[in-house]
């Protein structure tokens, strides 16, 4: 497997304090870095608006006058803008993406905040690195032209077959535009239609592709695959275009990825994307979330999962809320896990919640985690919802790690405000993370 | 203030995912709620030490553990000398042949060189090259052995190890001695080729070779054998290499002295003294056990792959690693094989027959 992204030493950095002269100064510094380190007009105006955004907001809510390190990353298919700084507990619930430091103006919070800075980028992501040190991150993709062929090419393949662990870029256009072609309208990822960034992505080295290639040098097949956490490894595919050799094509293409990562760092494979039938006895099904669109009923995405290793089991922390659903699934999917409930026995809690976002334009949807915990967790899940539901999301999900005992308590909270759990995936956090989805009506 | 373990530690050791072997049997039931375990993922010798060796670890006197072993196991590197009828300097004992692969790799190799081995054999010697900074090159088995011209192709000017398991751990195949005296002399002396022998006691094939007994015609030949399979004291962590002598004396400046316990090194001495027929038990009990197993999975529909060893493969209809923990849960413990690359499979250790049964009545269970 490739180590993480090999064009991420491709970075500059400024530090400056966070004050309203030095306002221009940190746009200045983005817009300039990111267009030198490859980003088009567009995109770089697009991060300089949202680090305008950013930056005003650190100044006036966050950590006035204290210093902030800004980075720019060239992340060779996209540009990152990292901002680092310190915080102490007391002003850490303005970090909330729904924050604005006046939380009982609502009018006002729609345009305030790090919600707008949000607009203009494809992701934000905000995470602690170490106890008050938070990275707080902005990505805008670059713009590929689409495809350009889309009429499926009649020549039969022929016989004969190798699996390419490096494909060269046209072998990886090829396979992108194939999948692009058979893409039905689905929440798999988009950029199989932009062959030019899969290339990108692959050179970056964050992602990786195996193809399958008949005897002509056709692709007859590929799989992507990349970690999606420290430990877990997220297949898309195996995609195969020969129909009358799928199982065979997508078991090599998996036994293939399989002995890629098999001596990794990874625990497991999950399938986020869908999963062809002729590899599904390999993987446990883990569950269903729910795919909300703008028009039409919701899609189902199902989960897959397998372990690469023996599942060495864990202690999991959680409340009493959820047990009986963590025991039906644990049993269910043979896994050993010791259940350690959490009660309230009348502990102070302080200070206020801090929840990361992350943004994933492209499919409406909001990724909340727990980042911090405070005495507001019920009013801070509220505000969430209320906001990001006006902000159009109509994907709302909240990740709970049931390896970080004070996640527990937002069980409850989670359960009683329209939010069910949908699945577990094992090891993808400190310990098993549980997905939660946010559902209009009752689920 | 915390240290900056970016900068101090180097990429090759910080991208590593170290290795988290099974907790103890203990917290194992406790977690699968099982009331035994049938121990059958290790390749363990159920018959345990001869019975000179069991000896040795029950008279051992308490006020000996105060006192340091033989740092270089001198009298144990004697023994195997006169054993294998070379210089006791041309052996090394380490604590299991783990730490000797440790040693032949930090003798042979720096940043830039590679290793060649194959994909699916055992592990070590992919991960302590990785670790340290060496490329591992591993070369697919083809049909299920080392594939000798594939692995020759893969030697460059940088190359610096071959490591070969022969019987191959977990397929059971191994080379003949010609194919073997073939591809060292293919080699040509250009690069040190290790043949771990760890089942080497297990083997009754004709054409098996003797690699110590071929050290003395080819000069980087080294071979590692263990105590911990055949003999049965796994637990006390032996093993050595034996190789030429100047090839030896290079490999010895790395090794680290009285890694090897005093108990280990008195009982590895029984072992070699045994006269009580314990490898003729021992292959007795495998024999057996793999004629059962063999019928048994046969009857399943499920694709056995044999050769020597004490163990033996079998491909599963789905997940090994779904199979390992439903199997953990009827308290019978294998060893799932994705991490071998060979997804879909289990090896098995064959044991006593009474825990072939146990193995083979709880997959047709999980299967069912």
């Known amino acids: ?443 | 203030m915390k240290p900056d373990l970016d900068r101090l530690v180097p990429a090759c050791v910080r991208e590593f995912e170290p290795y988290i072997p099974s907790k103890p049997d203990r917290e194992l039931q406790k977690l699968y709620g099982c009331r035994r375990l049938i121990r059958l993922n290790n390749n363990e010798n159920p018959l345990g030490p001869p019975p000179g060796a069991q000896e040795v670890i029950r008279r051992f006197p308490p006020p000996r553990g105060a006192v340091y072993p033989s740092g270089d196991s001198y009298d144990l590197r004697r023994e195997l000398a006169a054993f294998h009828g070379i210089d006791p300097d041309q052996v090394i004992v380490g604590n299991g042949a783990n730490e000797v692969i440790t040693f032949v790799i930090k003798a042979f190799c720096e940043p830039g060189d590679n290793i060649v081995t194959a994909d699916r054999t055992f592990a070590v010697y992919e991960w302590v090259a990785v670790f340290s900074g060496i490329e591992a090159r591993v070369v697919p088995l083809k049909e299920g052995r080392f594939d000798d011209g594939a692995m020759l192709e893969r030697i460059d000017g940088a190359t610096k190890v071959i490591f070969l398991c022969n019987p191959n751990n977990p397929t059971g195949t191994y080379w003949s001695r010609d194919t073997l005296t073939a591809f060292l002399d293919a080699v040509g002396g250009r690069q040190i080729v290790v043949v771990d022998e760890a089942y080497f006691e297990f083997v009754e094939a004709e054409d098996y070779p003797d690699g110590i007994s071929l050290t003395r015609d080819y000069p980087n030949l080294v071979v590692f054998r263990t105590f911990s399979k055949m003999y049965g004291i796994a637990g006390l962590r032996i093993g050595y290499l034996a190789g030429d002598l100047k090839v030896v004396d290079m490999i010895r400046r790395t090794c680290v002295v009285y890694s090897v316990n005093t108990i280990a090194q008195e009982a590895a001495l029984a072992c070699l003294r045994d006269d009580t027929g314990h490898v003729g038990r021992t292959r007795d009990m495998v024999r057996q056990s793999r004629d059962y197993l063999k019928e048994e999975m046969g009857g399943m529909g499920l694709p056995v792959t044999s050769g020597e060893g004490n163990f033996l493969i079998v491909k599963l209809p789905g997940s090994d690693t779904l199979a390992y923990r439903k199997l953990m849960h009827e308290g019978v413990m294998i060893r799932p094989m994705t991490g071998f690359r060979y997804p879909n499979h289990i090896r098995v250790t064959l044991a006593g027959l009474e825990a072939m049964e146990a193995f083979a009545a709880a997959l047709k269970k999980i299967l069912a």
């Not at chain 1, 109509?394 to 709970?400: G, H, Q, S, V």
């Open chain 1, 1 to 443: 497997m490739n180590p993480p992204n090999r064009h991420s030493n491709d970075t500059l950095g400024l530090q400056l304090p966070a004050r309203p002269p030095f306002l221009d100064v940190a746009t200045g510094f983005v817009e300039s870095s990111v267009r030198a380190l490859g980003m088009g007009r567009e995109e770089a105006l697009k991060l300089r608006l949202a680090a305008e955004e950013i930056f005003s907001y650190l100044t006036s809510h966050v950590r006035p006058a204290e210093p902030v390190d800004i980075r720019a990353v060239n992340g060779l298919y996209y540009g990152r803008v990292e901002f680092r700084f310190s915080v102490a507990a007391l002003n850490m619930g303005a970090l909330n993406i729904t924050a604005t430091g006046q939380f009982e103006s609502d009018e006002a919070l729609a345009e305030m905040g790090l919600v707008i800075a949000s607009r203009t980028v494809d992701r934000l992501r905000i995470t602690e690195e170490s106890r008050g040190r938070i990275c707080l991150a902005v990505e805008k993709e670059k713009t590929y032209p689409p495809s350009p062929d889309r009429t499926p090419p009649r020549a039969p393949f022929r016989d004969g077959l190798t699996i390419q662990r490096t494909p060269d870029a046209e072998t990886l256009k090829q396979y992108a535009g194939e999948v692009a072609r058979g893409r039905a309208d689905s929440p798999g990822p988009a950029f199989f239609d932009y062959p030019g960034k899969v290339v990108d992505m692959v050179a970056a080295g964050d992602n990786e592709v195996i193809a399958a290639v008949d005897g002509a040098g056709r692709v007859a097949g590929g799989i992507l695959f990349r970690f999606l956490t420290e430990r877990i490894v997220e297949i898309v595919g195996p995609h195969v275009f020969d129909p009358s050799r799928e199982q065979e094509i997508a078991e090599a293409l998996l036994d293939a990825a399989i002995a890629a990562v098999a001596r990794t760092r990874a625990i497991g494979l999950v399938s986020l994307t869908g999963l062809p039938e002729p590899v599904r006895s390999q993987f446990e099904p883990l569950g269903s979330l729910a795919f909300f669109r703008d028009e039409g009923p919701a899609l189902a995405r199902p989960a897959w999962y397998r372990f690469l290793h023996e599942d060495p089991g864990c202690p999991v922390w959680t409340n009493g809320a959820l047990k009986e659903f963590l025991e039906r699934e644990y049993g269910r999917l043979f896994l050993a896990r010791d259940i350690r409930e959490v009660q309230d026995l009348g502990e102070t809690l302080k200070g206020s919640s801090i929840f990361s976002a992350e943004i994933r334009r492209e499919w409406s949807e909001v990724v909340l985690r727990p980042l911090w915990p405070g005495d507001d967790l019920a009013a801070n899940v509220e505000r969430h919802i209320r906001f990001l539901r006006e902000e159009g999301f109509l994907n709302l999900l909240f990740e709970i790690d049931l390896g970080v005992s004070w996640q527990a308590p937002l069980v409850p909270v989670l359960l009683g405000r329209r939010f069910s759990p949908g699945m577990i995936i094992p090891f993808a956090g400190q310990a098993d993370l549980v997905v939660f989805q946010y559902h209009e009506t009752r689920p």
